[in-house]
T-cell receptor, first 114, second 116 residues
Framework: AQTVTQSQPEMSVQEAETVTLSCTYD???????LFWYKQPPSRQMILVIR??????QNATENRFSVNFQKAAKSFSLKISDSQLGDTAMYFC???????????FGGGTRVLVKP | GAVVSQHPSRVICKSGTSVKIECRSL??????MFWYRQFPKQSLMLMAT?????????EQGVEKDKFLINHASLTLSTLTVTSAHPEDSSFYIC????????????FGPGTRLTVL
């Protein structure tokens, strides 16, 4: 069975600073995708970034980047130059091999302070 | 874009009544949609997978007669909570897979259901 673990329930960061969220996972697949989703207070789930496991290069989307360590099964998210609008729950997710069903981590609540 | 809508955004109903929630993919066709339930301060729990033109598949522990899913077209899936009770009160979220050979789910804004 797949598992996704986010070990940090809450994190706070000053505006303009950098914060890193950790995610570890377990899967028997060799080719897969990993996702970070953001859920702001509106509760709309928003795709932040996607990483393909066969790509060695870490994905980057503007101020968001990942550190993907396949051997260690680690997939951390770095938010640079944090903005107040980054305040949200962040979920790491891994699709199951069959059917693209997502396994979510427990989430990390990020609070950006002015 | 990849926009998914849900309607209604909020619904309050009396115990024993049925409630229908619609999930639409607005700018793409979705052969597969998913329905999730989210309790306060918790992660998303997958309830079922909705496949266009076929029966939905339910996760273990989810009552299929309680949560009826219909995926009648490539842009619409509906979740009907039948004979709702207060314990069914929750936040329900749908998502859609864009394309056939794809991996990324796009989420609707969610529906808050309150059963009195």
């Amino acid at each position: 069975a797949q598992t996704v673990t986010q070990s940090q329930p809450e994190m706070s960061v000053q505006e303009a600073e950098t914060v890193t969220l950790s995610c570890t996972y377990d899967t028997s697949e060799n080719n897969y995708y990993l996702f970070w989703y953001k859920q702001p207070p509106s509760r709309q789930m928003i795709l932040v970034i996607r990483q393909e496991a066969y790509k060695q290069q870490n994905a980057t989307e503007n101020r968001f980047s990942v550190n993907f360590q396949k051997a260690a099964k680690s997939f951390s998210l770095k938010i640079s130059d944090s903005q107040l609008g980054d305040t949200a729950m962040y979920f790491c997710a891994l699709p199951r091999a069959a059917g693209n069903k997502l396994t979510f981590g427990g989430g990390t609540r990020v609070l950006v302070k002015p | 874009g990849a926009v998914v809508s849900q309607h209604p955004s909020r619904v309050i109903c009396k115990s024993g009544t049925s409630v229908k929630i619609e999930c639409r993919s607005l700018d793409f066709q979705a052969t597969t949609m998913f329905w999730y339930r989210q309790f306060p301060k918790q992660s998303l729990m997958l309830m079922a997978t909705s496949n266009e033109g076929s029966k939905a598949t339910y996760e273990q522990g989810v009552e299929k007669d309680k949560f009826l899913i219909n995926h009648a077209s490539l842009t619409l899936s509906t979740l009907t909570v039948t004979s709702a009770h207060p314990e069914d009160s929750s936040f329900y979220i749908c998502s859609a897979l864009r394309g056939i050979r794809t991996d990324t789910q796009y989420f609707g804004p969610g529906t808050r259901l309150t059963v009195l």
